[in-house]
Nanobody
């Protein structure tokens, strides 16, 4: 069974940092573009960041530019989201997703083929 597993979430205070990881099982995603999305209570799931299959191109939502960094591991299979200077508006469940379009960097949830179960990030003021 193909799965994506997120980890690294938690409860932190405003201004803190967290690093989320997304590791696949059941297949490799080294040729897929990858994205991070988040969903706050009562809101739609929204795009946060994306990275191309090579790791050479990235894209960010305006709300996280300059604070979050998406990257891929050496084997291109694991994806990370470094989140700095967190604020309460960043509180959400964070999901990683895989898109078979290698350079997609797409922002719509319907364009991704595989999803993880999510990891909770809570930022207190």
């Amino acid at each position: 069974q193909v799965q994506l597993a997120e980890s690294g979430g938690g409860l932190v205070q405003a201004g803190a940092s967290l690093r989320l990881s997304c590791a696949p099982s059941g297949r490799t995603f080294s040729t897929y573009s990858m994205g991070w999305f988040r969903q706050a209570p009562g809101k739609q799931r929204q795009f946060v960041a994306g990275v191309s299959w090579s790791g050479g191109t990235t894209r960010y939502a305006d709300s996280v530019k300059g604070r979050f960094t998406i990257s891929r591991g050496r084997a291109k299979n694991t994806v990370y989201l470094q989140m700095n200077n967190l604020n309460p508006d960043d509180t959400a469940v964070y999901y990683c997703a895989a898109d078979r379009d290698r350079d997609g960097l797409r922002t719509s949830t319907t364009q991704y083929d595989y999803w993880g179960q999510g990891t909770q990030v809570t930022v207190s003021s």
